[in-house]
């Protein structure tokens, strides 16, 4: 079982950055490729980026491609998303997940079901 937990969130000012991490337990860190998500109030949780097992491969939202930039340490068992340029739509809740899925190139990894293990999630609030 793997423990998540993010933390880096905050309020910040349009056009401003925010590095969210993902802190996991467990030494099975680097078997999962990770993702983040996010979830804005009365709406669905949408998927962000997603990166691969060694941090080879990685996907974006279109929403967030050119700004966010996901990143991983598996010697630290931990889980980056840099976020630059942000607007007042990127609010929400951010959330981290582990997916046990290997990563093959003609696959999506947007699936919020295909994640097994969660975190709590950390607010972003990004004003205007």
């Known amino acids: 079982q793997v423990q998540l937990v993010e933390s880096g969130g905050g309020l910040v000012q349009a056009g401003g950055s925010l590095r969210l991490s993902c802190a996991a337990s467990?030494?099975?860190?680097?078997?999962?490729?990770m993702g983040w998500f996010r979830q804005a109030p009365g709406k669905e949780r949408e998927f962000v980026a997603a990166?691969?097992?060694?941090?080879?491969?990685?996907d974006y939202a279109d929403s967030v491609k050119g700004r966010f930039t996901i990143s991983r340490d598996n010697d630290k068992n931990t889980m980056y998303l840099q976020m630059n340029s942000l607007k007042p739509e990127d609010t929400a809740v951010y959330y981290c997940?582990?997916?046990?899925?290997?990563?093959?190139?003609?696959?999506?990894?947007?699936?919020?079901?295909?994640?097994?293990?969660w975190g709590q999630g950390t607010q972003v609030t990004v004003s205007s």
């Open positions: 467990g030494r099975t860190f680097s078997s999962y490729v």
């Open positions: 997940a582990a997916n046990p899925t290997p990563w093959y190139r003609d696959s999506t990894y947007r699936k919020r079901n295909d994640y097994i293990y």
């Open positions: 990166i691969s097992r060694r941090g080879v491969n990685t």
